[in-house]
Nanobody, 121 residues
Framework: QVQLVESGGGLVQAGGSLRLSCVAS????????MAWFRQAPGMEREFVAA????????RYGDAVSGRFTISRDNARNTVYLQINSLKPEDTAVYYC??????????????WGQGTQVTVSS
């Protein structure tokens, strides 16, 4: 059974930083592309970032590029999302997702429960 467990969210002031983590189990992590999405209240889920299994390919959503960095540690079965210069509009539940493929796909097959990020102005 695949499990994705996010952590690292919280309440932070605008301009601050956070590092989100997602630990995966029940899958061969090193052969799976991973991604982060977010969903703000009343909004659709939004793509944030993705990384291929080797880490050689990274993609970012239009709204977040430049402030967000996705990375992974295959030895720890963990994918990270570093968020800098946080803005109130970054407030959302952040979800980790795993693909069945090594390359970054169009859709993802497994999802975590999410971690709340709240940015105060």
């Amino acid at each position: 059974q695949v499990q994705l467990v996010e952590s690292g969210g919280g309440l932070v002031q605008a301009g601050g930083s956070l590092r989100l983590s997602c630990v995966a189990s029940g899958l061969t992590f090193s052969s799976k592309a991973m991604a982060w999405f977010r969903q703000a209240p009343g909004m659709e889920r939004e793509f944030v970032a993705a990384i291929s299994s080797s880490g050689s390919t990274r993609r970012y959503g239009d709204a977040v590029s430049g402030r967000f960095t996705i990375s992974r540690d295959n030895a720890r079965n963990t994918v990270y999302l570093q968020i800098n210069s946080l803005k109130p509009e970054d407030t959302a539940v952040y979800y980790c997702a795993a693909a069945r493929t090594a390359i970054v796909p169009q859709s993802y097959d497994y999802w975590g429960q999410g971690t709340q990020v709240t940015v105060s102005s």
